[in-house]
């Protein structure tokens, strides 16, 4: 079943223990990725961006770091911020506390970030606590594209997003092959209408927290 483009109110409540939107008072917008490196795919949007001067923030699986470590350099070099998004893409309903928790240890030996955002979304409330206890602040997302989704055309994709422009939005797109055409097509189409909009594309970081 295709999740809602943008989190219900409720949801950012009742899980109110992780990040879901930027506190941000000016024209900001968040653009974010996950599944990545990937040395074709994650290359082609890093192009892009340089395109429109955006930056972003790229949820790095730890094989795929240390598979595509000049990729993985690229996003570094070129200003972008990287976050934990496990070493094997877990999903934390379906693995065990302690061997989740092991596997993000594993993949912080290559990714060097405070930022967390579990596969799926899917990480218990234990996992979540000692994921904290670990010194890593749990981000979510505002506006989800549905680029994976396949039952999904590119342009209902980018409507999915447009139709969620506001100041603060974290957006998650996936630089991966099952996502690449619907993921291009709508990061294009909000690069080209934000722009417009003026409001500009930035990584996070802590200081945007506060």
Not at 102 to 115: E, L, N
Not at 125 to 143: E, P, R
Not at 168 to 182: M, R, T, V
């Amino acid at each position: 079943m295709m999740l809602p483009a943008t989190t219900p109110a409720i949801i950012e409540y009742l899980f109110s223990g992780r990040m879901w939107r930027m506190p941000s008072s000016d024209k900001s917008l968040y653009l974010t990725f996950d599944d990545g490196p990937d040395p074709r795919i994650t290359n082609n949007v890093l192009d892009l961006l340089a395109q429109y001067n955006a930056k972003a923030t790229f949820f790095c699986i730890g094989q795929r770091v240390e598979a595509y470590r000049d990729t993985y350099d690229r996003i570094l070099l070129e200003g972008h911020a990287v976050g934990n998004h496990t070493h094997r893409h877990l999903n934390g309903w379906k693995t065990d506390t302690d061997q989740y928790l092991a596997d993000v240890h594993q993949a912080a030996g290559v990714i060097d970030s405070i930022f967390f955002r579990p596969p799926y979304g899917r990480v218990s409330a234990k996992q979540l606590k000692q994921i904290g206890m670990m010194g890593f602040t749990t981000m979510m997302w505002t506006v989800l594209s549905g680029d994976y989704e396949k039952t999904l055309s590119k342009e209902a994709c980018a409507k999915r997003t447009l139709s969620n422009i506001e100041s603060g939005a974290i957006y998650l797109f996936h630089d991966s092959e099952k996502a690449e055409q619907n993921m291009m097509y709508a990061l294009e189409a909000l690069l080209k209408a934000g722009s417009e909009q003026d409001y500009s594309f930035k990584k996070i970081e802590l200081k945007s927290l506060v």
